[in-house]
């Protein structure tokens, strides 16, 4: 048990639409990461909030987007999504240093 | 670019040891880390190593570090059943540690009875 908690766990959408995922960091922790986990595959980092504001993205295009709230949780928004976007959606919280990230269980995300 | 590789899958019964291998390229890399992803599950941390290390031990984990070559591993002692899952190596972006990894795609380990 890390702490880390995200909602839903799963989520169906259909292509074109827009859906939000939530994360809830662990308690001291103030940085939150998200990575999109396609099948079979190893995480893609996406990008990272450090107290409210993205620090550093990876090869991810705009319409995927996010925020950190004033205790740490963040959001991620997948606009027009496409069908590619089916993956597991892995949030992880880390403390500044980085050292140690913790992953919560993840949202499975289908988009048909 | 930041590539991290691994073979794909290691099969072995149980009660032997278990070696799973990662290769990783950005030498700047401070920290190294093995996570263990069970079915439908998050990733858990299992260990990490700093990269002016070459060894680490943990119980049953022993991570091996050649910074010369780049070659990460992990060796799991007297493997179980509940052992099973994927395996990910993964390396911090950059010079300085922000929590921000680079995964291989993740060595698939059986352990058979």
């Known amino acids: 048990e890390t702490g880390v908690t995200q909602s839903p766990t799963h989520l169906i959408k259909t292509r074109g639409q827009q859906v939000t995922l939530r994360c809830s960091s662990q308690s001291g922790h103030n940085t939150v990461s998200w990575y999109q986990q396609a099948l079979g595959q190893g995480p893609q980092f996406i990008f990272q909030y450090y107290r409210e504001e993205e620090n550093g993205r990876g090869n991810f295009p705009p319409r995927f987007s996010g925020l950190q709230f004033p205790n740490y949780s963040s959001e991620l928004n997948v606009n027009a999504l496409e069908l590619d976007d089916s993956a597991l959606y892995l949030c992880?919280?880390?403390?500044?240093?980085?050292?140690?990230?913790?992953f919560g269980q993840g949202t499975r995300l289908t988009v048909v | 670019g930041e590539d991290v590789e691994q073979s794909l899958f290691l099969s072995v019964r149980e009660g032997d040891s278990s070696v799973i291998n990662c290769t990783y390229t950005d030498s700047s890399s401070t920290y190294l880390y093995w996570y263990k992803q069970e079915p439908g599950a998050g990733l858990q941390l299992l260990t990490y190593i700093f990269s002016n290390m070459d060894m680490k031990q943990d119980q049953r984990l022993t991570v091996l570090l050649n910074k010369k070559d780049k070659h990460l591993s992990l060796r799991i002692a007297d493997t179980q059943t509940g052992d099973s899952a994927i395996y990910f190596c993964a390396e911090n972006w950059g010079s300085s540690n922000t929590g921000k990894l680079i995964f291989g795609q993740g060595t698939t380990l059986q352990v058979k009875p």
């Open positions: 992880a919280s880390s403390s500044r240093d980085g050292t140690e990230a913790f």
